[in-house]
């Protein structure tokens, strides 16, 4: 177990990268604390799967350092690294049993065979296994051979990190919750530093302490699932994460209050810098249906369940509201009130105003 | 309730018709004539199963049959292994791809009667290209026309040189099926090389290896024409594998009667071999 430490990362997959384009991953610094469950989060081709490569050796950065517990590990190729990766597809070793399979990283290590057993049985104790220790592993089902290929990576007690790349991409999905579950409980029982790479915001949001949202292949903001939900700091974030995601809307700024089409907006603070392009977000769980405010009509009203997604237009500007009940219907006019607290200001993609005191 | 219905076979009729014309009628024909005999005019008298017997107890078959299954071991203990070390060295992405591909497929491209000649030509010694470096420069006495060890080593390596392509191929369509993460898991589980060809590689290629040494087992179990143009057989009977020997019975005395017997023998020990080996092979994935 060990902290890891990424300073001045960059990566590209061309051999001579020119502008900030030609980079998958640019400039990244970022600390990953010991012990933590942190999830990777971004659209695919952000680059989150080639920092995951990076940070387990299959993968030599172009620039940049990799610590583990401030040891450089940058030119230790994977085995040396003591970390586990799950892949996307189970990868599991056909021909031999499933005991085979989770023994064999240790094997590998020229471990005794006495502790080899102790630990295998262990493992599958923890992964509830135990049964079918003996059969071979090409004839199990594909969410017990990802279970395998995530054994083959705890088995080994002196792991540093164990990360999972879209772990359960093949699960059908009525097995996914449960796997999501084991997980999360091995964390908490053999407390190893876990990443977890995906591009569903559930299972992110879910399984992390800490998430790591990327785009483009940048970080655009870490923080714990309630702080990217509540204040995004880039308006991707804020689209990105919630269903629906945030209203990103057109705005200007006129002596420092917010205009949104034509309307006075009360923001959470006060409003920095000046210049670029200004946006106002807002999630649709903030905006309420109400006698007075700005003038709406309803073009949709979709009844999710537990409450009911309200599409309506402001111009030809469309606004979501997220409501209790729907009690309005489809061509009504109806006034929209922001709540001001969560009510932000974009500049050019970057928040731009002052946490309300 | 579960009802007759018999106009299937209607609809099967012209395939029966086809078969019947391409297989059963010759077969039937074969079988016609191993148990009978005949000295022309269409004349036939009944022999039973006396051509079996004779084939059977004759040292002449056995002595074919051995050179058979012992062209056939040779072939395929160097084959396989063979191309499965080439496939494992050619690149699996670039410029090199197709060219190593391209290779690999000209010779068995090329006719078989074509590459017995051509072998024949560049191993006569003195003035074949082979036959002239190993006699005059390097000064080994090699003869394929009259050393009997000569000329087996050069039908082996004409085959090998004819058919390793097809097992490179097979292995190759294996390799590149495998997903990276395989070799990605296999470094991080710090396995070793062979470990890796042991575990991952050669367990994703069984299945093209199987139907490889299926392929090359009948092929070269039934070889006929490149053995036929390069050395006829000899010196002697050295090389008279055992479609050959079945060519000079039926052919050469016109014994067609024992021809047919042993043609009947040989389909069976083809078909039994092929048998055995291919239900050997996967009887471990229905476990």
């Known amino acids: 177990m060990a902290k890891i430490t990424l300073s001045n990362l960059r990566h590209s997959y061309l051999p001579n990268p020119s502008g900030p384009a030609d980079y998958a991953l640019k400039e990244i610094d970022l600390d990953w604390r010991d012990g933590g469950a942190y999830a990777l989060l971004g659209p695919s081709g952000c680059g989150k799967s080639t920092l995951l490569n990076i940070i387990s050796g299959l993968l030599n950065p172009s620039e940049g350092r990799i610590l583990f517990d401030d040891k450089d590990v940058t030119d230790l190729p994977p085995d040396q690294r003591n970390i586990a990766q799950v892949f996307q597809f189970p990868v599991i070793y056909d021909t031999m049993t499933v005991r085979q399979n989770l023994a064999f990283p240790l094997q590998n290590r020229g471990v005794n065979q006495s502790k080899i057993a102790e630990r295998v049985a262990e493992i599958a104790a923890m992964l509830e296994v135990e049964e079918m220790l003996d059969t071979r592993a090409a004839h199990l089902s594909p969410d017990n051979k990802q279970k395998i290929s995530m054994g083959r990576g705890l088995v080994r007690d002196d792991v540093n990190v164990v990360m999972f790349d879209e772990p359960l991409t093949v699960i059908d999905p009525h097995l996914k919750w449960k796997l999501r579950s084991k997980l999360k409980e091995l964390h908490q029982r053999v407390k190893a530093t876990m990443i977890y790479v995906t591009h569903d915001q559930t299972e992110a949001l879910t399984f992390a302490d800490q998430v790591v949202v990327m785009q483009e292949g940048e970080i655009v903001q870490i923080g714990t699932p309630v702080e990217l939900f509540e204040r995004p700091q880039h308006t991707f974030v804020g689209h990105f994460i919630g269903s629906p995601g945030m209203n990103i809307l057109p705005a200007t700024v006129e002596n420092g209050a917010a205009m949104f089409h034509g309307n006075a907006v009360a923001l959470e603070g006060n409003v920095t810098g000046s210049g670029g392009t200004t946006e106002l977000g807002i999630r649709p769980e903030f905006i309420k249906l109400s006698d007075a405010g700005i003038p709406a009509r309803v073009r949709k009203v979709s009844d999710v369940g537990r409450h009911a997604v309200v599409e309506t237009i402001v111009g030809d500007i469309p606004v979501k509201a997220v409501v209790d009940s729907a009690s309005v219907e489809q061509g009504e006019e109806v006034h929209l009130t922001f709540e001001p607290a969560q009510t932000r200001l974009y500049r050019d993609g970057w928040i731009a105003t002052e946490v309300a005191q | ?287």
Not at chain 2, 80 to 97: C, D, E, H, N, Y
Not at chain 2, 239 to 261: C, N, R, W
Not at chain 2, 262 to 268: P, T
Request: aromatic share 14%.
């Open chain 2, 1 to 287: 309730m579960k009802t007759e219905n018999q106009k299937a076979w209607f609809f099967v009729l012209p395939v029966l018709i086809l078969v019947a014309f391409n297989a059963l009628v010759p077969i039937m024909t074969v079988v016609n004539y191993s148990v009978q005999e005949t000295f022309g005019n269409n004349v036939f008298f009944w022999q039973g199963l006396d051509w079996f017997e004779q084939i059977l107890r004759s040292d002449r078959f056995h002595a074919a049959l051995g050179r058979q299954f012992l062209f056939t071991f040779l072939i395929l203990i160097i084959e396989i292994p063979l191309g499965i070390i080439v496939a494992l060295s050619m690149p699996r992405k670039g410029f090199w791809v197709p060219v190593c591909l391209v290779t690999m497929a000209l010779p068995m491209l090329i006719p078989w009667n074509v590459v017995g000649s051509m072998w024949n030509i560049f191993t006569l010694p003195n003035i074949g290209l082979l036959g002239y470096f190993m006699n005059d420069v390097l000064g080994i006495n090699y003869d394929m026309t009259q050393q009997p060890l000569s000329a087996w080593i050069t039908i082996i390596v004409m085959d090998v040189w004819h058919w390793t392509s097809l097992v490179v191929l097979l292995s190759y369509a294996g390799l590149v099926s495998i997903p990276d993460a395989y070799y990605q898991a296999a470094k991080i589980d710090g396995a070793s090389p062979w470990k890796v060809f042991r575990y991952i590689q050669l367990p994703k290629m069984k299945t093209v290896l199987t139907i490889a040494i299926l392929l090359r087992f009948m092929d070269s179990f039934n070889i006929y024409t490149e053995p036929f143009v390069l050395t006829g057989g000899g010196p002697g009977n050295s090389t008279t594998l055992l479609s050959i020997d079945l060519v000079k019975i039926a052919l050469g005395q016109f014994d067609l009667g024992p021809a047919a017997a042993m043609s009947l023998i040989y389909f069976a020990i083809t078909l039994l071999v092929s048998w055995l080996f291919y239900t050997l092979m996967t009887k471990d994935d229905a476990k």
